[in-house]
């Protein structure tokens, strides 16, 4: 007899599978074949799992640590970025200053020659002056004066320029209704200069305008 509670097939006959056992630990169960594995086969994939799982640990451990090895060295690669550029920065300063320095020790040395030439210098013009100038004396005086000028030294001071108590140094005055402001009426000795510095102002006879 059958129960009405029995459930059938959609021809009316009883289902052949009703009744038949369902698995449901999936772990027990082969996804390839659907068959139940046997202990052994079990066993193997059980370890399969462990394995996979323990290798998935492994692989995500490992790439933690890579990320935090990658970060460190990001690091490492900034600072070494950054003292870089300091030394870089240090380095172009030196740079700058070594050659400041450069710049001012050849122009102290030129000024310490000239300085000592000036007395030299003197004579020539005195020479010059009383027409004692001439032959080798000439020409070595001539070389001397060229070699001063390329290095930067200049002659200055002429009879009729303006005085200039900066680089004029005034030895004698005198009164002239000639003239409307101090000016030079004659040069005793000539200045000599380089471009940014006064060696030795030129001494000279002033006339000022009459009061």
């Given at each position: 007899m059958t129960s009405e509670n029995t459930p059938s097939s959609g021809s009316g006959q009883p289902d052949p599978d009703e009744g038949a056992p369902r698995f449901v630990d999936k772990r027990r169960i082969d996804p390839e074949t659907g068959q139940v594995r046997?202990?052994?086969?079990?066993?193997?994939?059980?370890?399969?799992?462990?394995?996979?799982?323990?290798e998935e640990t492994v692989v995500l451990e490992g790439l933690v640590e890579a990320q935090r090895i990658a970060a460190e060295r990001l690091e490492e690669l900034q600072r070494s970025q950054a003292a870089y550029y300091n030394l870089e920065q240090q380095y172009s300063s030196y740079v700058k200053r070594a050659k400041a320095d450069q710049v001012a020790a050849h122009d102290r040395g030129v000024a310490s020659l000239a300085e000592a030439?000036?007395?030299?210098?003197?004579?020539?013009?005195?020479?010059?002056?009383?027409?004692?100038?001439?032959?080798?004396?000439?020409?070595?005086?001539?070389?001397?004066?060229?070699?001063?000028?390329?290095?930067?030294?200049?002659?200055?001071?002429?009879?009729?320029?303006?005085?200039?108590?900066?680089?004029h140094e005034a030895l004698m005055h005198a009164h002239s209704a000639d003239v409307t402001e101090p000016t030079v009426q004659m040069v005793l000795q000539h200045g000599y200069r380089t471009a940014d510095r006064v060696l030795r102002a030129a001494r000279v006879a002033v006339v000022d305008p009459e009061a």
């Open positions: 046997t202990p052994e086969e079990q066993v193997l994939a059980d370890a399969e799992s462990i394995a996979a799982n323990a030439l000036i007395p030299v210098l003197d004579d020539i013009e005195l020479a010059r002056q009383h027409g004692d100038l001439t032959g080798p004396f000439a020409s070595i005086a001539e070389k001397l004066q060229a070699t001063l000028s390329r290095l930067g030294i200049q002659q200055y001071g002429e009879a009729g320029e303006t005085f200039d108590p900066a680089v």
